[in-house]
């Protein structure tokens, strides 16, 4: 019996680079993650191929979907549906791949509910730790900037606790190299190892 | 405020090879990683410093030590005594370093009774992995061997019911690249980061 794979989540504010993390993590060659494809009701755009970027769906087929809880997720942004259909997620995870999710935090917190054992990555602006130097650097910058900032950073804080980890988007690579990290340690767990030694000794 | 450190103990079965991965571990570039220096009563050997291989104490001072509880963990071989001293981990945590301890399973135990909030990382022999092979591939071994190697097996299971994470020794790089991963990981953990981020921002 193959383990079954992770469910890796990666969201974050928006604006805070997830969709360039995922790209450059996924143009990696020791990469064994499997990118989940979305579904959307949108018109493909050129060179887009269905089953690839995305599967494209009718309204109707979309609606469908929602009705039989056949979405991780889902969101409608300008008059068309997006979403994570369950089907292909479940499938790659029992064939012990494991899958990525790149998705706002809205639909972060929908798998979450659907899916608890999932891994959560907030991916977090280095803006947070900027705001630093910039409170003690005061005098250059007006009150009301600070203040604004330090209100964003407190409600992108309190964002983080659906979350596993936090990893800070500070440099590209080191964002990624940390992500890698995560499913690796993630791996080597304690619980999910012995888990597959044990079923491994009743192979007798 | 500086973040502490975080006390990662390295353990497992003897003959699993601890010493060998804790070497390559510490033999690489980029290791963050800050060993900690036991203390014991045997003599030094030649070339051996005092404060950097070992802390050199007399039976007297070593039981002061025990007595006073000064010793994370110890034990007694053929003589002489072994042990890690507090002050030296505490230290290094509480200066932001992690501290690495490479010990025997009993010893790992001791210190996860005083120090539960440590990372516990179990190397397994890569031997589990291949009984499935000698299982399945039965006849080539004889019975007793075999029974004989799943009852260790068992055992080694059971031992790692202590630990957060298991690494496997397939081989000395690997098994060095994800305890790295796991070290990296852990200081991504959503817990530690955002209490980083709050304590940050009362800078104020």
């Given at each position: 019996?193959?383990?079954?794979g992770?469910?890796?989540?990666?969201?974050?504010?928006?604006?805070?680079?997830?969709?360039?993390?995922?790209?450059?993590?996924?143009?990696?060659?020791?990469?064994?993650?499997?990118?989940?494809?979305?579904?959307?009701?949108?018109?493909?755009?050129?060179?887009?191929?269905?089953?690839?970027?995305?599967?494209?769906?009718?309204?109707?087929?979309?609606?469908?979907?929602?009705?039989?809880?056949?979405?991780?997720?889902?969101?409608?942004?300008?008059?068309n549906?997006?979403?994570?259909?369950?089907?292909?997620?479940?499938?790659?995870?029992?064939?012990?791949?494991?899958?990525?999710?790149?998705?706002?935090?809205?639909?972060?917190?929908?798998?979450?509910?659907?899916?608890?054992?999932?891994?959560?990555?907030?991916?977090?602006?280095?803006?947070?730790?900027?705001?630093?130097?910039?409170?003690?650097?005061?005098?250059?910058?007006?009150?009301?900037?600070?203040?604004?900032?330090?209100?964003?950073?407190?409600?992108?804080?309190?964002?983080?606790?659906?979350?596993?980890?936090?990893?800070?988007?500070?440099?590209?690579d080191?964002?990624?190299?940390?992500?890698?990290?995560?499913?690796?340690?993630?791996?080597?767990?304690?619980?999910?190892?012995?888990?597959?030694?044990?079923?491994?000794?009743?192979?007798e």
């Open positions: 019996m193959k383990e079954r992770l469910l890796i989540v990666l969201s974050g504010p928006s604006g805070v680079g997830k969709g360039t993390v995922r790209k450059a993590l996924f143009s990696q060659e020791d990469i064994e993650l499997h990118y989940s494809i979305s579904a959307t009701t949108r018109s493909p755009r050129e060179g887009e191929v269905n089953g690839v970027d995305y599967f494209f769906k009718s309204h109707e087929e979309f609606e469908h979907m929602i009705e039989h809880k056949k979405l991780l997720e889902w969101a409608e942004y300008v008059g549906y997006y979403g994570t259909p369950i089907d292909y997620v479940e499938q790659s995870l029992s064939e012990g791949r494991d899958v990525f999710l790149e998705i706002e935090v809205q639909g972060a917190l929908q798998v979450k509910e659907a899916f608890p054992e999932g891994l959560f990555i907030f991916l977090a602006p280095p803006s947070l730790t900027e705001l630093k130097s910039r409170i003690i650097g005061r005098g250059t910058e007006s009150e009301d900037l600070i203040n604004n900032r330090m209100k964003v950073a407190k409600e992108e804080i309190e964002m983080m606790d659906a979350y596993d980890y936090v990893v800070e988007n500070d440099q590209v080191r964002a990624c190299d940390r992500i890698k990290a995560i499913v690796t340690a993630e791996h080597c767990r304690r619980d999910r190892v012995a888990r597959r030694y044990k079923r491994m000794l009743e192979v």
